[in-house]
């Protein structure tokens, strides 16, 4: 029972270790994990509405640099960034077209001196953020009323079923006091 306990135990510390040294290393290739760039671009919103406006900003063109900007994914196409208020950091804005798909479309910024690349992703969505969509129109149940929409049968049907319940209220008093029908 033991050996076959120190056996497992060996086994497992081996497969463990084996793991460990065999784990592939996934790093980030200039500092951000974006597809082809370094990703320290930031995109303001993330999430637009087709027509909406799209600010972005980076610090890797470093104090006082500028970029040019490419929204052409989204069709958006090309845009500068100038320095901002921010420390060292540069900023654009662009405007997402009216005609552009829901989906999530790269943005990318090359800078002047240098010519780093960096991406940002900008998510285009058919509502706002915190819109709240208004359901309109009729349900169709397949229940429906005899008469229709229309105001003036309804209110006819209204008025005879009043008839009828005044008629038949008269007649069963009637019969109760015992006068008959």
């Known amino acids: ?3 076959t306990a120190r056996l497992l135990t060996g086994t497992a510390l081996a497969v463990a270790a084996a793991g460990l040294v065999a784990a592939p290393a ?6 951000g994990g974006g597809r082809g760039g370094s990703g320290d671009l930031k995109v303001y919103p993330s999430s637009v509405v087709p027509g909406g406006r799209a600010t972005v ?3 890797a063109c470093g ?5 040019a900007g490419d929204a ?5 196409g090309a845009f500068t960034l100038a320095p901002s208020a921010h420390d ?7 405007r997402v077209p009216p005609s552009a798909q829901p989906g999530t479309y ?3 910024a090359t800078c002047a001196e240098g010519g780093r690349r960096v991406t940002g992703d900008l998510v285009v969505t058919l509502t706002s953020p915190g819109a709240q969509v208004h359901p309109r129109g009729s349900v169709k149940t397949g229940v429906g009323g005899a008469l229709g929409p229309d105001p003036v049968r309804t209110a006819a049907g209204v008025a005879a079923l009043a008839v009828a319940a005044a008629g038949g209220t008269w007649l069963l008093h009637r019969r109760a006091r015992g006068d008959g029908i």
């Open 72 to 76: 052409s994914a989204v069709g958006a």
């Open 26 to 31: 996934y790093g980030d290739e200039g500092g």
């Open 63 to 67: 104090d006082g640099g500028t970029a």
């Open 1 to 3: 029972m033991r050996r």
């Open 88 to 94: 060292g950091e540069a900023i654009g804005e662009f």
């Open 106 to 108: 790269e943005i990318a």
């Open 57 to 59: 900003n980076t610090a």
